[in-house]
């Protein structure tokens, strides 16, 4: 278990080693995609709302003007009976 | 609405701003030892790094007191491992001899200290596997082979498997 971590603490030396610095550009160049990311996500939702809206408007006109609760009139004559 | 929006957007700049001083120059570090590139020339880790970045501030209002450092982390180590399969190796710096999927386990348990069950389930691994894998990337990094680094064809055992999302 020490040699295992006398192993370890020797790799993480190896990969803390030489350190570049940071460029200023990264965080403009996320800030600007990440923008893009939320602004093309809040137009989705938008959208996905608008076609929600429609649907509804639209089965809503159709059940008032097909009124599918209403029962059809019968075709058929009933059988006559008790006469 | 609208103003309610403007105090968000300037509460997400200031934030990620003061996050992306305190935290991508470690992360810079990470994705450059994940390309093998080296320090002061690692356009492709800038790469990485910078979409990772983006990502996480698109979800920064949604983090729900998640740590940002971790969302950023996991980001840069998911498109690392989505994208490994054409990264090419031997570009130089410390980790030119390991395969993808070896380096982005030895960074994320010794760099980041990340636990070996936690890089299980980021990369849908199972433990054993990962625990192997660490054990041989210290090994080529303690021992590393001699001469040029071996050109492994793609799909082969240092390849990266498919993670899935």
Same mark, same amino acid.
């Given at each position: 278990m020490n040699a295992q971590a006398r192993r370890e603490r020797e790799v993480r030396a190896v990969l803390e080693a030489a350190q570049g610095a940071l460029p200023p550009?990264?965080?403009?160049?996320?800030? =600007? @995609?990440?923008? !893009?990311?939320?602004?093309r =996500? @809040?137009?989705? !939702?938008?959208l996905t709302w608008l076609a929600l809206c429609l649907a509804m408007t639209v089965f809503f006109v159709?059940?008032?003007l097909a009124r599918p609760w209403v029962e059809p009139p019968s075709g058929t004559t009933p059988p006559l009976t008790g006469w | 609405m609208r103003e309610r929006r403007a105090f968000q957007d300037a509460r997400r700049a200031r934030e990620f701003e003061a996050f992306v001083a305190g935290a991508a120059g470690r992360l810079l570090h990470a994705a450059t030892l994940l390309t093998t590139e080296p320090a002061d020339d690692n356009p492709r880790a800038?790469?990485?790094l910078t979409s990772a970045l983006a990502q996480t501030y698109a979800s920064?209002?949604?983090l729900r007191g998640e740590d940002p450092y971790d969302r950023a982390r996991k980001e840069l180590a998911l498109r690392f491992a989505r994208a490994a399969w054409h990264q090419h190796r031997g570009y130089g710096g410390v980790l030119r001899h390991l395969g993808?999927?070896?380096?982005?386990?030895?960074?994320l348990r010794l760099y980041e200290g990340v636990g070996e069950e936690q890089v299980a389930a980021l990369l849908g691994l199972p433990m054993e596997r990962v625990h192997a894998i660490h054990a041989r990337a210290m090994a080529?990094?303690?021992?590393?082979?001699?001469g040029p680094a071996p050109a492994a064809p793609l799909g082969d055992a240092g390849a990266l498997e498919e993670v899935p999302s």
């Open positions: 550009e990264i965080h403009a160049e996320a800030v =600007r @995609r990440g923008g !893009r990311i939320l602004r =996500r @809040r137009v989705l !939702r938008r159709w059940a008032l | 800038r790469k990485l920064w209002d949604r993808p999927q070896e380096r982005l386990i030895l960074v080529l990094v303690l021992h590393p082979p001699r």
